[in-house]
């Protein structure tokens, strides 16, 4: 993975923080906390998509749905829960 963001930038190194902290930051509006989650979660996504097959969509398509998916657990994630690996 790429340490440096595509489109936004931050010096904050967000390896080392816990991903519930990264949501906290997420919902308080950091950009660059959203798009670290995202991108660390992608294989995950893809690892997915690939037990599914639908009739007539493209594989592209369900990643799509996948990375929706993503978006809307680290948006929706409460802290309560403590993990957010399990969560997505």
Avoid: P, W
């Avoid at 923080?17 to 991108?39: Q, T």
């Amino acid at each position: 993975m790429n340490k440096k963001s595509v489109f936004f930038s931050s010096n904050l190194n967000y390896d080392t923080i816990d991903d519930e902290k990264i949501v906290d930051f997420v919902k308080s509006g950091d950009k660059c906390a959203l798009e670290y989650l995202i991108n660390k979660y992608r294989n995950l996504v893809n690892l997915k998509v690939n037990r599914y097959f639908i009739i007539g969509a493209e594989r592209e398509d369900i990643v799509q749905e996948g990375l929706i998916g993503l978006f809307k657990a680290i948006k929706n994630f409460k802290t309560l829960l403590k993990h957010l690996l399990v969560y997505v």
